[in-house]
Nanobody
Framework: QLQVVESGGGLVQPGGSLRLSCAAS????????IGWFRQAPGKEREGVSC????????NYANSVKGRFTISRENTKNTVYLQMNSLEPEDTAVYYC????????????????WGQGTQVTVSS
């Protein structure tokens, strides 16, 4: 059974940093693209970033470009989302999910969603 588990969320002040992790179990991440998504209260889920299976293709939402960095360490079966210069608008539950090989702008094609990790940016 494909499972991913997010971790690394927490409470941080504006301008601070967090690193989220998406760890896979029951399968190897080598053949999967991993997307990071977030959902704030009262808002729809939105894509944040995605990295293809080999890491050759990476994309970011405009709202996080220059502040967030996605990376993968296949030897640890983990994908990371480094978040710097955090803003209150980044407050949300962050999820990771899988898709075979390639990223997609269509969130419905992603599967194996994790339970999410809460990120709260507040002074």
């Amino acid at each position: 059974q494909l499972q991913v588990v997010e971790s690394g969320g927490g409470l941080v002040q504006p301008g601070g940093s967090l690193r989220l992790s998406c760890a896979a179990s029951g399968f190897t991440l080598d053949y999967y693209a991993i997307g990071w998504f977030r959902q704030a209260p009262g808002k729809e889920r939105e894509g944040v970033s995605c990295i293809s299976s080999r890491g050759a293709s990476i994309n970011y939402a405009n709202s996080v470009k220059g502040r967030f960095t996605i990376s993968r360490e296949n030897t640890k079966n983990t994908v990371y989302l480094q978040m710097n210069s955090l803003e209150p608008e980044d407050t949300a539950v962050y999820y990771c999910a899988t898709r075979r090989s390639h990223c997609s702008a269509d969130t419905s094609v992603f599967g194996s969603w994790g339970q999410g990790t809460q990120v709260t940016v507040s002074s």
